[in-house]
């Protein structure tokens, strides 16, 4: 072998027993031969089959439930439950993302742009008479909060959370709005952390229900590229002075370069 070839292979690190429990597990959770609400076989169950010891499958299960995937209850004679995959999932996931060095917020924010533009594009196209409903009920929970100062902020955020969910399903996308509402968990505290810096919080809030109403008219005549557009430029107002200054550049390019 030459000389240059020496980086070409790695030295193989071996799997332990409770990683190869924990994976085929998971791959009968995701593949839904163990839908969530259903049960794992009991403790003493599983290690006959896997032919392995106690301590294996105990620490195969803490590695699922850390993974939010089952909740498991030592000695329970009912198993342990499945979770399966939620956007709760997806929402610890991509908090802890924010709270690292793999991705900023600059970059969350971002993709959040992407997904809510073409929520916004898809649902313009296929929502239905209900998706309609369902955002005019937290447009008028916004309306009806928005005189509550300070202390309405969570209940605010949280209209603001369904609204935008309600976009996300009525594109006809599961995916967008599982990534939607997780996106939207994982930036929440920065929403209301800017709200409550503001001096005059209704006047904040007004602003902020009149773009929302913005969005639904665009929405509901039809507009994909303007409901689009809308989306991306509110989350570059909100969140373009609270971002790390070198990704204000990828905010801006999402909304100029569209």
Known sequence: MAADDADLFRPV????????VAEQIEERILSGDLPPGSRLPAERELVN???????????ALRVLQSAGLIRSRPGDPLGAEVLGVSPDNLSRALGR???SSVATLGELVQFRMVLDA????LAARLHGADDLARMREQITRMEALSSGGPASLHAFSEADALFHRAIAEA???SLLGLCARAVHEAVVEVI???IAGVADTSAWMERSIAHH????????AGDGPLAARLGRTALHEYYADHVEPETRELLAASVEGH
């Open 13 to 20: 690190t071996p799997v332990r027993a409770y990683q190869r």
């Open 49 to 59: 089959r896997f032919g392995v010891g106690r301590s294996t499958v105990r620490e």
């Open 97 to 99: 993302l924010t709270r």
């Open 118 to 121: 073409e929520s916004n594009s």
């Open 171 to 173: 594109s006809g996308n």
């Open 192 to 194: 209301e952390k800017k």
């Open 213 to 220: 109403r913005e969005v639904l008219a665009a929405i509901e």
